[in-house]
């Protein structure tokens, strides 16, 4: 490219397109810059600070475009890729920079200038678009070719509107007639332009019984022009699609266009459609829409050109109207926004924009046909074969139920439950497309609402696949992610009721109802101090919801799971994510209440602690004062003489145990130590007894992750080894001669330390025999502290 830039005579427009270049060099190699240096990033650059008064480099300007466009990345990872810009996205943004570079020029030469690029770009997108002794209008607000056309119309049909104005319109309104299925606002924003009531314009209803549910009722229009004429109003001008924003269905036109020429109605045609109108073999229905009064185009998202204007095509003989409406412009400016695309189409050809706009279309029959051989996935515009735009969803239909997605009749199932399984399917829909964007984000997927099919997944190629560089390999790691989702879908929907059933079955559990959730359900734990009738937050259930999601994700299972808000109320509950069919949903369910109901219990200990233990402490100290006064009593004042008293215990020891109390933390009660004292048990050998679980856990073999079903082989071959694993611990025990020796060391008296009792190394040695010991039924209380 330098050595065509050094070929250029004008040195302005060499250099243009040299700092263009390297300009757009810095800019594309930032973000791989960024992405090496793992989000190091230059902070002063994110600080607005004063003008400064010897101005900067443009390196350094650009090197501050830069920080702001990529400055956030490593705070955002999942912000949107920037478009890789091609040699033809160059060329656009050339066109903006000519375009200041021509305006310093004199009057006479930006005036031919101008004019030629003006009418070379309205002919070849007429030639291009089969749009024959047409007009053009190039604007940035796609909808602004609209409401230039409404003026254009308003103009045609009132006379003296020019003259009288408003009151023109007031003796005689207008109507304006646009789709159900119309793009969202367009209605709004046409009036808003125009200083038009909400009354003068027509919604007019798609077909319900026969056709697509998507296309205009064409008989209806008619019935409702017919009432509006007999009501003295204007019927003005109708929008008719060429593929609808939601679907890409393509309205009647042709019979849209012999109504509008029977009443004198301005038609209207937009929609993503219009650009099939360039390859060699086009439907029918596309094809009428090159009879249209006017239509308006995107060539931008169509061919991947940045900053590119889009086009408003119309035929008109009276140059005064349009330029009253606004449609034409003596101005060097407004006819300067054709030269990006002036430049674009010369630099791309006629065989590169058909090859484009062909490719688009190829990869929506690509993904329409293959996704015709996947089950469980519906294909709703599988009438419109020429419709560049594939939109699906995943189906189903449960066992012994109708069909989740279709209207059921009243004895079979309310109208509450359709409604219910309708969002449910929605929202798994919904978890669908998400899913499929990040795993092939070349796709330029779209997740959206139709008001009679629910949520559905998008694929538009003709508005991404330019820009993205979408290619067929994508649309077949497209099919193939849709098929490894199928089974986690399908599982989720079957598991959902019985999710249900176990949790209303279970104590402590409430089941909510959340249809926006993608997983198998959400459940919520009442605690005892839980107020059922209230909605506000509940920061005990919070607390306790919270430890249940720590624990539930150190087990490690497939299952995902979160806390939040209840659907309708604020407080907190726990959402299940999507499951494997092989999933346990019972032991889930019980796995939940028993965790939930341990981390309550522990809650309630550890908040009821300190005022146990005191009270506990007092109670100890009182009971030991007691056994001390009684000691004294039985032993009599001279043992208690430091020296007498040794003398006597000499002669005379006293048989009697030391006496104490422990306080069990658990059941918050005194308990004596006499058990303690007199029986040390070793702890060598001594295994303490397992805690006891549900009455539903099963033992999982090695590798086996939480919540799993067991197949038909692996509780077959459990259960064999575990008859295996007891023979081989009878037989390690008939070789050692019996089972362990278990050793118990008499309790010291208080006059004599080392000095056993007769009494207690006779049981001793009675018990190292085997003889059963008289106080083995006595256990030793677990996590006691001794309290003298």
Known sequence: MDASLEKIADPTLAEMGKNLKEAMKMLEDSQRRTEEENGKKLISGDIPGPLQGSGQDMVSILQLVQNLMHGDEDEEPQSPRIQNIGEQGHMALLGHSLGAYISTLDKEKLRKLTTRILSDTTLWLCRIFRYENGCAYFHEEEREGLAKICRLAIHSRYEDFV??????????????????AARPGLGQYLCNQLGLPFPCLCRVPCNTMFGSQHQMDVAFLEKMIKDDIERGRLPLLLVANAGTAAVGHTDKIGRLKELCEQYGIWLHVEGVNLATLALGYVSSSVLAATKCDSMTMTPGPWLGLPAVPAVTLYKHDDPALTLVAGLTSNKPADKLRALPLWLSLQYLGLDGIVERIKHACQLSQRLQESLKKVNYIKILVEDELSSPVVVFRFFQELPDSDPVFKAVPVPTMTASAVGRERHSCDALNRWLGEQLKQLVPASGLTVMDLEAEGTCVRFSPLMTAAVLGTRGEDVDQLVACIESKLPVLSSTLQLREEFKQEVEATAGLLYVDDPNWPGIGVVRYEHANDDKSSLKSDPEGEKIHAGLLKKLNELESDLTFKIGPEYKSMKSCLYVGMASEDMDVAELVETIAATAREIEENSRLLENMTEVVRKGIQEAQVELQKANEERLLEEGVLRQIPVVGSVLNWFSPVQALQKGRT???????????????????????????????????????????????????????????????????????????????????????????????????????AFQKGAPHPEDDHPQVEGAESLR
């Open 163 to 180: 003259v009288d104005g408003f009151n023109v319109l007031y003796n005689k309104k207008p109507v304006i007639y646009l789709s159900a």
């Open 663 to 765: 306080f069990n933390l658990t059941a918050g009660s005194l308990e004596s130590t006499e058990p303690i004292y007199v029986y040390k048990a070793q702890g060598a050998g001594v295994t303490p007894p397992p805690t006891p679980s549900g009455s539903r856990t099963k033992q999982r073999l090695p590798g086996q992750k939480p919540f799993k079903r067991s197949l038909r082989g692996s509780d077959a071959l459990s259960e064999t080894s575990s008859a295996s694993h007891i023979e081989d611990l009878e037989k390690v025990e008939r070789l050692s001669g019996g089972p362990e020796q278990i050793t118990l060391e008499a309790s010291s008296t208080e006059g004599h330390p080392g000095a056993p009792s007769p009494q207690h190394a006779s049981r001793s040695e």
